[in-house]
Nanobody, 123 residues
Framework: QVQLQESGPGLVKPSQTVSLTCTVSGGSITTNSYYWSWIRRPPGKGLEWMGAITGSGITYYSPSLRSRTSISRNTSKNQFTLQLSSVTPEDTAVYYC???????????????WGQGTQVTVSS
């Protein structure tokens, strides 16, 4: 079965760019039947969809984060990456990658998810 694993720095400073990588096994990120997505959960808040990349490499972004978000992929490594620039403490959250059937999903019931990785923005 497909498995996803997030990796990246746990602590970053304000104004920096956060880069998180999702490593996928058991399925190819070039598969067009799914969206390869990034979702986050700030402390005490609900899930927030950030963006996704399709099996063809087309990207979609949340309007509220589009100006600061970039999603890319490395097909040879079966990985896709989130970059979030100009971070502030409000970006502190658990960040998840997921393989979902629905674009902009807000449900843990949709697809397969990684375990999440904590990102804390602090000076």
């Amino acid at each position: 079965q497909v498995q996803l694993q997030e990796s990246g720095p746990g602590l970053v400073k304000p104004s920096q760019t956060v880069s998180l990588t999702c490593t996928v096994s058991g399925g190819s990120i070039t598969t067009n039947s799914y969206y390869w997505s990034w979702i986050r959960r700030p402390p005490g808040k609900g899930l927030e969809w950030m963006g996704a990349i399709t099996g063809s490499g087309i990207t979609y972004y949340s309007p509220s984060l589009r100006s600061r978000t970039s999603i890319s992929r490395n097909t040879s490594k079966n990985q896709f990456t989130l970059q979030l620039s100009s971070v502030t403490p409000e970006d502190t959250a658990v960040y998840y990658c997921a393989r979902t059937k629905t674009l902009a999903t807000m449900s843990l019931r949709d697809g397969e998810w990684g375990q999440g990785t904590q990102v804390t923005v602090s000076s």
